[in-house]
């Protein structure tokens, strides 16, 4: 399922080697709703769309399509961690064009299933009417 967001572009890493089979590029976009508490979004492009993030620097508002890529590690003493990633599909300038993660074709030709409709990604709202959050995140 895809999702999306909107924000200010707050950091751009560079691109990370990490092994001869896989590179990625992490980004983070500060979504500052009227009435909530800001929320900083780690979002990464890999492999060839890694180049999306081309041309766009901090302080931009952009509009990120991304879905939520969820995998299980188990370390050498056998204890089972789990890990989230938001996987960028497209960003773009607000009010400007869509740098698209795959073309139509490059995603036919991948065998790659054209991507679901996008669905709005909603802080939660329940922290600005709730008690302090005493989480370090």
């Known amino acids: 399922m895809r999702y999306e967001l909107n924000g200010t572009l707050t950091v751009i890493k560079d ?4 092994s001869d089979r896989f590179k990625k590029r992490e980004f ?14 780690m979002c990464q492009f890999t492999q060839d769309r890694i180049s999306k993030l081309d041309g766009y620097n901090s302080g931009d508002k952009v509009k990120v399509e991304f879905y939520l890529k969820g995998r299980e590690w188990t370390s050498p003493q056998g204890e089972i961690k789990y890990f989230l990633s938001a996987e960028a599909w497209t960003i773009e300038k607000a009010g400007g064009k869509v740098e698209q993660g795959f073309s139509q074709e490059e995603s036919s030709s991948a065998g790659i299933p054209p991507p679901p409709t996008p669905t709005s990604f909603e802080p939660n709202s329940t922290n600005a009417d ?3 959050d005493d989480l370090p995140f």
């Open 28 to 41: 983070v976009v500060m979504i500052d709703e009227e009435g909530s508490f800001p929320q900083p979004i």
């Open 130 to 132: 709730s008690e302090e």
């Open 15 to 18: 691109q990370q080697v990490v």
